[in-house]
């Protein structure tokens, strides 16, 4: 019986976005919370006493900076192989060979894949062959699987791979293959990096992506970690989650349906807010807020944003360790037929501005490669797969209709309706 760790997707030094403009935002946390999962990755891989550890791509973000983060990957290698743990990883499209221009020699106990060929290494104490490429550029679109070797039935056969499988939402479509092609090769467990979010693609054999290790912005939300797989007679009998992130990101979603003071708002907003910082077990926690459903305050929420927002940051302050990232209103409320605008109201003329926004596509469109021109003059290190600066007709459309309930709240208000 062994057992071994499959990670994948470390971005060592990634900065986390969202909150590092906040005054009292927790900046040193912020900076080394790459570094301290990756620690947390390293004690575990010790403590379990674990045969081997695999990394599945984009142990780096891109280039260096310098070469302190070389440095650091190295020393926490020479750990592992003090403890006689090797480790195994491919480069995926942050980490590939044209993307990394500075190099440090590597501990013995590292084994990097080939980007121009697929390459097995063997663990013969523990009747083991894992099986990998890197890549070589950022943008591969060819199937890597095929060059994969067939299983050997007479050794426990791993395939690390980075990959976004046939599509997932999110991530660039980077070295694609099919669940059937993995299935067909006779491994007995497939170590998939490259999607950030966990997931168990199959059973029989095992085809795991391990999600990353700690998330980096609030499309990140959620536990994040590694995947511990025990081995006994050739045949996986135990896959284990164990987090690893040391700060949480969370969407948190709160029902303002029945509310018609704020206080009573309020109160629901910091009640699961605890529970989001109860359920991250200690760690730090950024809450991006959804406020949903129908409510006499629908106006005044948006009519007073700003101060809105500062209140619901004091209710996260409150808690200790919580910071507010955002606030999205996505409320309702039901008009009185009294309060129906006229043909010519300004209200009236708001709505048919609006609509007529949304039906002529080509202005959203020009938005876009507005944004992509913008884009394109930004430093690499700002940039990476689900970047707030790849903006899609979804999201503008969403900021579409915060700004008709913006100024449709504005508008009401000064008209002397204050029925909020």
Same mark, same amino acid.
């Given at each position: 019986?062994?057992?071994?760790?499959?990670?994948?997707?470390?971005?060592?030094?990634?900065?986390?976005?969202?909150?590092?403009?906040?005054?009292?935002?927790?900046?040193?946390q912020i900076r080394t919370a790459a570094r301290?999962?990756?620690?947390?990755?390293?004690?575990?891989?010790?403590?379990?006493?674990?045969?081997?550890?695999?990394?599945?791509?984009?142990?780096?973000?891109?280039?260096?900076?310098?070469?302190?983060?070389?440095?650091?990957?190295?020393?926490?290698?020479?750990?592992?192989?003090?403890?006689?743990?090797?480790?195994?990883?491919?480069?995926?499209?942050?980490?590939?060979?044209?993307?990394?221009?500075?190099?440090?020699?590597?501990?013995?106990?590292?084994?990097?894949?080939?980007?121009?060929?697929?390459?097995?290494?063997?663990?013969?104490?523990?009747?083991?062959?894992?099986?990998? #490429?890197?890549?070589?550029?950022?943008?591969?679109?060819?199937?890597?699987?095929?060059?994969?070797?067939?299983?050997?039935?007479?050794?426990?056969?791993?395939?690390?791979?980075?990959?976004?499988?046939?599509?997932?939402?999110?991530?660039?479509?980077?070295?694609?293959?099919?669940?059937?092609?993995?299935?067909?090769?006779?491994? #007995?467990?497939?170590?998939?990096?490259?999607?950030?979010?966990?997931?168990?693609?199959?059973?029989?054999?095992?085809?795991?992506?391990?999600?990353?290790?700690?998330?980096?912005?609030?499309?990140?939300?959620?536990?994040?970690?590694?995947?511990?797989?025990?081995?006994?007679?050739?045949?996986?009998?135990g896959v284990e989650t164990r987090e690893l992130?040391?700060?949480?990101?969370?969407?948190?979603?709160?029902?303002?349906?029945?509310?018609?003071?704020?206080?009573?708002?309020?109160?629901?907003?910091?009640?699961?807010?605890?529970?989001?910082?109860?359920?991250?077990?200690?760690?730090?926690?950024?809450l991006r807020l959804m406020v949903t459903g129908?409510?006499?305050?629908?106006?005044?929420?948006?009519?007073?944003?700003?101060?809105?927002?500062?209140?619901?940051?004091?209710?996260?302050?409150?808690?200790?360790?919580?910071?507010?990232?955002?606030?999205?209103?996505?409320?309702?409320?039901?008009?009185? #037929?009294?309060?129906?605008?006229?043909?010519?109201?300004?209200?009236?003329?708001?709505? #048919?501005?609006?609509?007529?926004?949304?039906?002529?596509?080509?202005?959203?469109?020009?938005?876009?490669?507005?944004?992509?021109?913008?884009?394109?003059?930004?430093?690499?290190?700002?940039?990476?797969?689900?970047?707030?600066?790849?903006?899609?007709?979804?999201?503008?459309?969403?900021?579409?209709?915060?700004?008709?309930?913006?100024?449709?709240?504005?508008?009401?208000?000064?008209?002397?309706?204050?029925?909020?």
């Amino acid at each position: 019986m062994f057992r071994f760790l499959h990670a994948a997707d470390i971005h060592l030094d990634s900065p986390l976005r969202g909150i590092e403009s906040y005054r009292d935002a927790p900046v040193e946390q912020i900076r080394t919370a790459a570094r301290r999962a990756f620690d947390n990755l390293v004690d575990l891989a010790v403590d379990e006493e674990v045969a081997f550890v695999l990394i599945a791509g984009d142990l780096y973000d891109g280039d260096w900076k310098d070469y302190n983060t070389g440095l650091y990957f190295v020393n926490r290698m020479g750990r592992l192989r003090e403890a006689g743990i090797p480790v195994f990883l491919v480069s995926g499209n942050h980490d590939a060979a044209n993307q990394i221009t500075r190099a440090l020699p590597l501990p013995d106990n590292v084994t990097l894949f080939a980007h121009r060929r697929c390459e097995t290494h063997f663990l013969s104490a523990y009747g083991v062959a894992i099986h990998g #490429q890197s890549f070589s550029a950022k943008a591969v679109s060819d199937d890597l699987t095929r060059n994969y070797p067939q299983g050997d039935p007479a050794l426990f056969n791993i395939g690390l791979l980075h990959t976004s499988l046939n599509g997932r939402p999110g991530h660039e479509n980077y070295a694609p293959c099919t669940l059937d092609a993995l299935r067909a090769k006779g491994y #007995q467990y497939w170590a998939l990096g490259h999607v950030h979010q966990r997931e168990e693609i199959c059973r029989d054999p095992w085809i795991v992506f391990s999600g990353n290790i700690q998330g980096r912005h609030i499309r990140e939300s959620g536990a994040k970690g590694c995947t511990l797989v025990t081995v006994n007679e050739g045949e996986v009998t135990g896959v284990e989650t164990r987090e690893l992130d040391v700060l949480r990101w969370s969407l948190c979603r709160v029902d303002a349906t029945g509310c018609e003071r704020t206080e009573t708002l309020l109160e629901r907003i910091r009640e699961r807010f605890d529970k989001e910082r109860e359920s991250a077990g200690g760690r730090p926690v950024v809450l991006r807020l959804m406020v949903t459903g129908e409510t006499p305050l629908h106006n005044h929420l948006y009519r007073s944003g700003a101060h809105w927002q500062e209140e619901c940051r004091a209710a996260a302050a409150g808690l200790g360790d919580v910071w507010l990232e955002k606030i999205l209103l996505h409320t309702g409320r039901k008009e009185r #037929q009294d309060e129906a605008p006229g043909e010519d109201s300004p209200l009236a003329t708001l709505r #048919q501005a609006v609509t007529l926004c949304r039906f002529e596509s080509s202005r959203l469109l020009d938005l876009v490669a507005e944004f992509e021109r913008l884009r394109s003059r930004l430093p690499t290190d700002l940039l990476s797969d689900g970047d707030p600066f790849s903006p899609e007709e979804e999201a503008l459309e969403e900021l579409l209709e915060e700004v008709k309930e913006l100024l449709t709240a504005k508008i009401i208000h000064q008209g002397g309706n204050h029925a909020d």
